[in-house]
């Protein structure tokens, strides 16, 4: 699908170029601009990580990508699911308007546990200064964590978004290897019906990048490492045997 060949066209200029660029730069710290499809912003957070020093800003429709430090500061509300039991997790996060609940048991099935993130106030200027985004970062956390703490083993996360690019980066960001698998979603502009677009998995991207630091003069692992990065995207069940090989070998190495 298009979605796919972008997450990889993604995946390999931010590893293969700024990834490298940010390991030869002497600053700890750098900033991003960044403005795309919600779901691909998502997959860009996940990429940087919370491992690196970012700011990330926020287009304006009428003041560029200045920071308004005047705007006044958003309140945020969280409501869970009574039960789980039995049930897909479903997140809802609600920032530039308000997701039709109907729509989401229309793609998912009426057996759902829907988590939302709202706030006193929808807008496509919703993210005015950093705080705002620190805010929403807290509070994203906390219920990501939460749901972790009711799907410990595992099952996918639905992930419905509708917020600005900013909280999208910063969102992706939050993300860890611990973490349920990322299902996320989009409304077609054609229609009311929601559509899967990408799934975020467990970070093993990380690992190697840590992995390569620690033994980039084998030339054994460098094939694995290229054999991971092929099917990456094309075959699940070679990736798992590649992973656990390299994961049990970046253990080994760093103790």
Not at 194 to 206: A, N, R
Request: charged share 20%.
């Amino acid at each position: 699908t298009s979605y796919e060949h972008a997450v990889e066209e993604l995946h390999n200029k931010f590893y293969m170029s700024i990834r490298q660029k940010l390991k030869a730069c002497d600053t700890t710290r750098f900033a991003v601009f960044a403005i795309a499809p919600m779901p691909l912003l998502i997959q860009l957070g996940s990429f940087l990580g919370d491992a690196v020093s970012a700011v990330i800003y926020q287009k304006q429709r009428d003041k560029g990508w200045k920071w308004d430090d005047s705007a006044p500061d958003r309140k945020f509300k969280i409501t869970s699911p009574n039960k789980t039991a039995d049930k897909k997790p479903v997140l809802l996060m609600m920032l530039t308007d308000k997701i039709d609940v109907t729509r989401i048991h229309e793609t998912l099935g009426e057996d759902v546990a829907i988590w939302t993130i709202s706030a006193d106030y929808h807008g496509y200027d919703f993210i005015l200064k950093r705080h705002h985004l620190e805010s929403f970062k807290a509070t994203a956390r906390s219920v990501i964590d939460d749901v972790l703490k009711h799907y410990p083993n595992g099952e996918a996360l639905h992930i419905f978004p509708i917020m600005p690019a900013s909280a999208c980066v910063e969102f992706g960001r939050i993300r860890t290897a611990s973490h349920n698998p990322w299902v996320i979603y989009e409304k077609r502009r054609d229609t009311v019906n929601y559509v899967k677009t990408i799934s975020i998995k467990s970070g093993h991207f990380f690992l190697f990048n840590l992995f390569v630091n620690y033994v980039s003069g084998s030339e054994l692992l460098h094939n694995i490492i290229n054999t991971y990065a092929h099917f990456h995207h094309h075959n699940h069940n070679v990736v798992v045997k590649v992973c656990n090989f390299v994961d049990s070998f970046l253990l080994v190495v760093i103790l």
